[in-house]
């Protein structure tokens, strides 16, 4: 069974920083990709940043120059680093790694708040 642990959420000041972490027990994990969503207080979950395989990323423009989405294949791990943190990040943060429709998995979810 596929697992996906999210770590790294938590409380910060409007321009602070947070790292947010995904393990994920998924085989052959370099072919799958890894995306970053987030849901907001009372909105949809959207897309925040996701990453191929091969490194290839993309990006939100609301977190373009803000967020990095990495990975490291050897681990079985995903990474958001979030800097210049705003108060419109608030949301819960969802790890997902997928390769198809029928193999698309989800952590879950980290609390970010920013706030002073």
């Known amino acids: 069974q596929v697992q996906l642990v999210e770590s790294g959420g938590g409380l910060v000041q409007p321009g602070g920083s947070l790292r947010l972490s995904c393990a994920a027990s998924?085989?052959?994990?370099?072919?799958?990709?890894v995306n970053w969503y987030r849901q907001p207080p009372g909105k949809q979950r959207e897309l925040v940043a996701s990453?191929?395989?091969?490194?290839?990323?993309n990006y939100a423009d609301s977190v373009k120059g803000r967020f990095t989405i990495s990975r490291d294949n050897a681990k079985k791990m995903g990474y958001l680093q979030m800097n210049s943190l705003k108060p419109e990040d608030t949301a819960i943060y969802y790890c997902?790694?997928?390769?198809?429709?029928?193999?698309?998995?989800w952590g879950q979810g980290t609390q970010v708040t920013v706030s002073s």
């Open positions: 997902n790694v997928m390769r198809s429709a029928a193999y698309d998995y």
């Open positions: 998924v085989s052959f994990f370099s072919i799958w990709f």
């Open positions: 990453i191929t395989g091969g490194g290839s990323v």
